[in-house]
């Protein structure tokens, strides 16, 4: 008699059988012509010995900027945005930002330091586990500062470094999104909100003043919405004295830029367990795309649930803090062919520790060839220049051919890159702002 199988081979036999939507090959023409067009226009502007390079587009980044407060200031009024530096914390970015009418969201002290160099003075600080040196930054400039408390005991420590130096400092909340697993380091739970709030009226050098969630990586509003539901429920049950001491409203980051995701086939469900397998992932030219929602579907689907759920518990400023939607597309590597080892593989003077990770095995970037510019892609395997298999650039390039001296273009390189970069063996390329 056959054995039956169980349910953990049934569930692996039926990702197997999975078929991630493949990449819109129009959008993909029309992304890599785009490109082509920019990085020419780039590199005559470029001095050649200056690569590897970061290139930042003072105008790409300012239009997305004003992209993204237009989408939401039809929604919201007041309303307020902030910069999610942690997406790319080139000091440059936050200061052409600054000028577009956003405040800062930093996540340590060395982001907050920055900030108050660049003279900012609408921040917000948020993340989990602050140090006494960080809060008691935040508490002398607390004039410029609202801290996202992230916990019970931060509010503790706050309130003590606070009195320490006789300051009243500003504080919103952090509540956590995701109870369970690794996203449980974010904030408290929803349901401690009141015994929080109540802590909160208790510190004589603390003033409440708002709420702050964060869903993460979302290709369209709906975890947003669901939250903002949630909220609703919550800020009901909250006593009316302690609910009018919430003056804003945090709704974070997270909004996928409209591209969406695209997937080398190792990045999908299925290629990751064929990889797992010892098996290929899948052709290395076929490339998957998850779609994303336009900032405008997000802003009118968010601004309904404030709506419909928040108010009338609540009518003071909405926050947000967009960072990858902002900084993605302003920000290009330039590198160039430095070996040729075949039709199918070539070196550049580059390595992947210019991005901080092995980004390239999973997520599909198109390689431009920039000096052999074609509406054509070829397959071959290039590589970067570091002491190790995983430095990896993609598994193709658009072009007629390629050639050692030849300059690549990897566009949209400006969120969750620069801000990882490493030392790890190469020197890490400068930044052009062009």
């Known amino acids: 008699m056959r054995a ?24 993909l023409g029309l992304f ?7 990085g020419r226009r780039f590199i005559d502007n470029l001095d050649p010995d ?11 980044l300012s239009h997305r900027a004003r992209q993204f407060k237009d989408a939401f200031s039809r929604v919201f009024d007041p309303v307020s945005f902030y910069y999610a530096v942690k997406s790319n914390n080139c000091s440059g970015i936050s200061e052409i930002l600054l000028e577009n009418g956003f405040g800062l969201d930093v996540s340590s ?7 108050l160099a660049l003279g900012a003075r609408d ?69 401690a909100l009141a015994d929080f709030t109540a802590q909160a009226a208790q510190s004589p050098h603390i003033r409440m003043r708002g709420l702050q969630f964060h869903t993460s990586w979302s ?8 939250f903002i539901e949630q909220l609703g429920k919550i800020l009901r049950r909250l006593q009316p004295s302690l609910r009018k001491r919430i003056e804003f409203v945090d709704i974070g980051g997270g909004y996928w830029p409209e591209a969406g995701e ?8 299925e290629g990751k367990l064929r990889d797992a397998l010892g098996e290929p992932p899948g052709p290395p030219m076929r490339h998957h795309g998850l779609g994303a929602a336009p900032i405008t579907v997000f802003a009118k689907a968010i601004g309904e649930a404030v709506l419909k759920h928040l108010q009338p518990l609540f009518s003071g400023r909405i926050c947000l803090e967009p960072g990858r939607w902002i900084s993605n597309d302003a920000m290009h590597l330039f590198i160039r062919v430095v070996d040729k080892k075949g039709t199918d593989l070539v070196i550049t003077d580059a390595g992947t520790n210019a991005v901080g990770w092995e980004r390239f095995e999973t997520d599909y970037f198109p390689v431009l060839n920039l000096s052999r510019p074609a509406l054509t892609e070829k397959p071959c395997h290039v590589l970067g220049s570091l002491c190790t298999p995983h430095d990896v ?13 030849d300059i690549l273009m990897v566009p949209t390189q400006g969120a969750y890159t620069y801000s990882l970069r490493q030392h790890f063996i190469k020197p890490l390329p400068e930044v052009v702002f062009l």
């Open 219 to 226: 290709l369209d509003p709906g975890n947003q919405v669901a």
């Open 32 to 38: 890599v012509k785009k490109y082509f067009e920019r």
């Open 4 to 27: 039956k199988n169980s349910p953990l081979s049934e569930r692996a036999m039926a990702l197997l059988e999975t078929r991630t939507s493949l990449l819109d090959q129009q959008a």
């Open 109 to 115: 002290g060395v982001e907050l330091e920055m900030a």
């Open 393 to 405: 650039w993609g598994y193709s390039y658009w072009g007629s051919g390629i050639e050692i001296g």
């Open 262 to 269: 695209w997937l080398q086939p190792a990045g999908t469900p």
């Open 123 to 191: 921040i917000v600080f948020s993340g989990p586990g602050k140090t006494e040196k960080e809060l008691a930054l935040a508490a002398a400039h607390s004039e410029s500062v609202v801290v996202l408390a992230d916990s019970f005991t931060e509010l503790e420590r706050l309130e003590k470094t606070a009195a320490s130096c006789n300051r009243m400092v500003s504080i919103g909340v952090r509540l956590t999104t995701q109870p369970t697993g690794l996203w449980r380091k974010f904030g408290i739970l929803p349901e």
């Open 50 to 60: 200056l690569l590897p390079v970061y290139v930042l587009d003072r105008d790409a």
